[in-house]
């Protein structure tokens, strides 16, 4: 299953304390991803990465996370207690979603039972209605989220904000492009 990943990326995880997570904003796209994950304390290799349409070799990822946007962001007030794993943003459209949404999903395979949940950021359905349950999305979503055995029970859809106990942020496997999201080009 690992074969679906950049073999020359550093696969880390980040733990935090009472990290903010949002959903995915209205004006989200893959470019500039309006919610999801915010913490001050979080490295660049921990941020939602991608390439621009054309890399140049040597050139480092662009974070897609809009920082500017989630600072203006009031604190949570929702507390999700427990010990979560990060999933990222869930864009619907089925290339983004394979090529930028699962690559965090690794993590879930070295340790499922300490989770109580995984967390996904999906974008709005249409204009601001968000899905309330994983079986509202596309029938691929479950099936990738199977794929990699997370049961659906443990599927937490962020659609408001939340302020997460402990949270496991893993580095994405792979990026738009599959440039390895850490080493020499990110800083």
Known sequence: ML????KNCALETLELENARVYPLYKASSPVSVKGALYHP?????????REMRLPLPGKPLSVATDKAF????PIPRKKLDGHHLYAGPFFRHYGHFMAESVHRLWAYLDAPDQYEGVLVCPQPLKGTQRAKKADE???YFTAIMQYFGVPAD????????LLVERLT???QASTFGDTPPTGATVS
């Open 169 to 171: 942020v893993p580095t």
């Open 3 to 6: 074969g679906l990943f950049n």
């Open 41 to 49: 304390d979080t490295p660049r290799k921990f941020e939602q990465l």
């Open 70 to 73: 989630l600072q203006k962001q």
């Open 137 to 139: 999305l596309p029938a």
């Open 154 to 161: 443990k599927v937490r859809l962020v659609n408001k904000p």
